[in-house]
Every structure is written in C-alpha cells, then in structure tokens.
C-alpha cells in the first residue's frame, strides 16, 4: 500500500513539476473530443402505443374469423420490412435528397435499425423511431422522429384494415375464377360419365357398385329362398289336408249327415284351439253355411265344398311357390351376369372406377369452393358493416424534448477527464524516460542506497518574480479549459431548451 501511494505522490510531483505539459497536453485532447462529440447529431426518440381489438362476437357466431392474432403478428413483423419503411422515407424528410435507389436502400436500412414495433400485451403494441440526421436542427429532428411514427401508425392502419377488405374482395374474385374453371370441369365429367352409364348401364359407378350390387342380390336371394321354404311347407300342409278331405258328401240325416260331420270337424278343429281367423276354420264355416241352406245335404254323392276350398287353396300356393321360384331364377342370373362383368371386362370395370372417382373428386371440391366462396362474401360484408379490427392509439406520437443520444453533457465532462489524464500520463511517461527521481524515496528506493538529505531549489527576487507570472498564466489556462468546460455545457442545455 505504501508503494502505490508513493507511486502515486511520484506521479502527482511529476505532474507538477511539468504542469505546462500536462495543461498543454489537456487542451489538445479536450479541443479534439470536444469538436469530436460536436460532430455527433442528436438523436430524438418519438414513441406511440396503440391498442388493437381482435374479438368480434359476430365473426365468431358466423364461424368466419380468419385468425385476428395471426394476421397482427404478421403485421407486426412485416411493419418494419423495406416496403413501408421506403414509403415512410418517400413521405417524410428522410426522402429529401434521395436521388438514386442505392441511397434510398441505405436510408431504408438505417431507418429498419431505428425503428422498433413490440408487443408489450395482447393487443398493446409499442412503435418507437430514433431519428438524427446531421443535415437537420435538433427541432427538425425531433419533429421528424414524431412523423415517422405517426406514419407507421397510418401505415398500420391501412394494412388492417383497408388492406384487409381488399384482401377479401381480391379472394372472392379469385374463387368465382376457380369456380368457372371446377365448373367447367364437373360439366364434362357428368357428360363422360352419363355417355358410360349408357353404354354400360350394368357398370355404373364401377367395381364397387357392381360389388354392392352384387351383395345386395346375394341377400335377396337369401330372403327369396326363406320365403320358397315356407310357401313349400304351407303347400304340403294343404296337400295333407286335401288328402284326407273326400271329394263327395254321403247322404243320411243327424249326425250322419254331411252338415253333421262339418259341424264334428269344426269342433275337433276348435278343440286343438285355432281361431275363427284359422284359413281352415273360415273354411269349413262357410261349408257349413251351405249345407244349412241346402237343407243339411242330400243323399246321394253331393260335392264337398270343403274339398272344392282346399283345392283353390292348394293353386293359390302353388302359383305363390311358382313365383318364388321364377324370382330365384332371375336374381341367380343377375348375379351371374354381375360375376361375369367383373371377371370378363376389368378393363370396363376399371374404367368406371376411374370415372366415378374423378367425378366424385371434382364434385367435393366443387362444393368445397361454392361455400369457401359463400363464407368470403359473409365476411366481407360483416367487415364492411362492422370491421372486427378496432384500432385505438393510445398514445399518441410524443414530441421528443431531450436527445435520446447521445448523452452530450457526460461525454463533455469524460473528455475533460480524459484530457487531464492524458496530460498527466504524458508528464509521468516523460519523467520515467529521462530517468530522474520526483521524490528522495523513490531515488533512495531505486539505488537501493540511504539518502541523506536533499537540497531545495533557492531561487533569486527576479526568478521568484517570473514564477509567480508564470503560475498566474498557468492558472489562467486552466481556467480558460474549465470555462470552455461550462459554455459547452451551457450551450448544449440551451439548444436543448430552444426544442422544448
């Protein structure tokens, strides 16, 4: 520690001793920095906030919003790209000058640096320029940062809006080109494929029809088969019973008579327990009905009428089992004529496939472009009506009343710094070159030898006389450098002032 204080007495002596350099030294960097930090131009930083709504209850309910938060993002990341940066250069002071593209891309590429749009909510965003061009005044400055803003905002706005509803109206257009094209398109597959089903009706809709067909038939056969065994066994059951029913009534009275043994059939009938609604039973009541108006049969082999009933029966099932049979025989040969279709003609089977898929592609995507089409004209006219974007500023683009940079007055007062540092590095730097000894420590320190004492300069009346000219003259500068200190700060305070 008594080392680097002594270093430090040394340095500070030396200092002193060549105070001429170090004040001259401190006056050359002081005037270069200071004409340096001149040269630097003001930059003003004028900042707005703006609110942007992106819920719409309408949009929503109609199912048409298009992604609110998307298309902010997209503009918030494309409001600073070259294409309206350069219509905010053309538009402000920036553009003035500008006489070649080359120039116009670097002033747009200086700008893209000094212009920053951020996202500080959901829906609050921040645009902040920092302006400074050396050509203009601080107040032209100021004033040319709050424009650029207040055209970015502009430029914001038109984007979501007005460019929003161009948007659309630009996508109507393009689906009705579409839909004419699809349109055009689905005319011709239904010509083509209404020419091949009338060519080959057996094959519309391709393989998959003839397989649905196919199966379909398949089933019917089965029901058909179903219905065949049954109407066989109701044909056998009449034959039975035609069997045992005699063609002729006996004659006779009571009980012998043909009204008796009717009259003892429809009770046996009765007694195993079928309904008057029994086929049989109806039957035999209406045979009875007709020996008790003849009289309860005569003698002599009368007709049986039960008989002449079981025989139309017994045709009428016939006919129905004749018919079952006639249907099986043609949907077995409808699915023949299906196999046959596809084992002899897969190129035809193949060709409506392709056919009826190609229909059926260009008639989904027809649908698909007539609603797309639909919905893009509902929400042009919900934007037109009621815009679901609401835009807000908040805050309005501030008028700059400081410098944002640089900060003058520090860099003013580091230069004085560094100055008297330079100028007292410069003295101590010359002392350690001529190698002499500011104090008797540091001599005694460096020949590693006891000093005895040291002789103090004595100076004459004429000498004292001149020093103290020269220490008035040394004051005077170095409060000529401390006041050319405090005017360029009173200056930079004033210009300051002259903005507000």
Known sequence: MNEVFEELRAAAVSAWHRRWLVLGVAWGVCLLGWMAVAMIPNKYESKARIF????????DQLKIANGGKGEIERVRKTLAGAVNLEKVVRSTELGKGIASQRQMERTVAGLAESVKVESQEDNLFTITALVGKSSLSDAENAKLAQDVVQKLIDIFREEN??????????????????????????????????AFEAAHPDLVGGSTAIAGRLSATRQEVRGVDADLAAAQSALAAIN??????????????????????????????????LTDAHPDV??????????QRSGGGAAGGMPNPAYTSLVSIKAEREANVQALMARKAALQSDVSGAMADQA????????????????????????ELLQNREEMRLRGQVESERSSFKFDVVDPPSTPRNPASPNRPLLLFGVLILGLGAGVGAAF??????????????????LDLPVLGAISESLTDTAKALRKKRMKMFYAGSASLAGLFVVLLTIEFVQRGMVA
């Open 52 to 59: 942007v709504q992106l819920d719409d209850v309408l949009s």
């Open 161 to 194: 809006i007005a460019g929003n509803r161009g948007e659309v109206a630009e996508t109507v257009v393009f689906l009705d080109q579409q839909l004419e094209q699809r349109k055009t398109e689905l005319e011709a597959a239904e010509q083509k494929l209404s």
């Open 240 to 273: 039975g019973q035609l069997a045992g029913t005699p063609r002729t009534l006996s004659s006779g009275g009571g009980d012998g008579t043909a009204l008796g043994q009717a009259q003892a059939q429809l009770a046996g009938m009765q007694a195993r327990g």
């Open 282 to 291: 109806a039957a035999l009541k209406r045979q009875i009905a007709l020996l």
């Open 344 to 367: 002899t003609e897969p190129a035809v089977s193949a060709e409506a496939n392709r056919i009826s898929r190609d229909y059926e592609v260009l008639k989904k995507k027809y649908d």
């Open 429 to 446: 730097g010359i002392t350690q070159l001529r190698s002499t000894f500011a104090t008797a420590s540091g001599l005694e320190r460096a």
